[in-house]
């Protein structure tokens, strides 16, 4: 008689341990990259030297790292994915449920990471006899993002969810057969 339970996927501890792995590199990802772009697109004033620039970058990644990390700990975004699929009756590894999952994922992270590297960089950063009026600076740098982030997180997503579950010993979850 077999006596081994049978096998019925990851457990809960894994799961979340994948979850925190996932939210780490996408929190990585996410703050490298919305970082360069806001400091590549960011008004200074001529002449500026590049010391300041870099501080000012390395400055936004690392607040924007812990803010995108900290909604990471705090959102489960494998739950909100699973929910998103159940009352949509979304395919998992279909185009439409990655572009879904991507947009909430996106709304979710990036207008907060944003508004917190635009205030730091408004009140800490910009000299103040080179600051533009903050609401339109802010707005501009909302829309922006936001386009930029989605693109971001569409592409890395995949590719981080698979190096995540295979760190974990798991396996992707196969495709549904149609």
């Not at 489960?76 to 949509?88: D, E, H, S, T, V």
Request: charged fraction near 10%.
């Amino acid at each position: 008689m077999n006596t081994e339970a049978p096998n019925r996927g990851p457990n809960p501890a894994q799961m979340k341990a994948v979850g925190l792995r996932i939210s780490f590199m996408m929190a990585l990802w996410m703050s490298f990259t919305l970082s360069i772009f806001g400091t590549a697109t960011a008004e200074r004033p001529a002449g500026m030297p590049l010391a300041p620039i870099i501080i000012g970058w390395f400055g936004s990644f690392v607040l924007s790292f812990v803010v995108s990390f900290g909604i990471g700990f705090i959102v489960p975004m494998g739950k909100i994915n699973a929910a998103l699929g159940r009352k949509f009756h979304l395919t998992p590894h279909k185009m439409t449920t990655h572009i879904i999952e991507t947009f909430v994922s996106n709304l979710i992270y990036t207008p907060l990471m944003t508004a917190v590297m635009v205030t730091f960089a408004f009140f800490v950063l910009m000299p103040p006899d080179h600051k533009p009026p903050y609401l339109p600076m802010f707005i501009g740098s909302q829309i922006a993002c936001f386009v930029f982030g989605y693109i971001m997180i569409f592409i890395a997503m995949p590719f981080i969810m698979k190096k995540a579950l295979k760190s974990a010993g798991i396996g992707m979850p196969p495709k549904p057969q149609q």
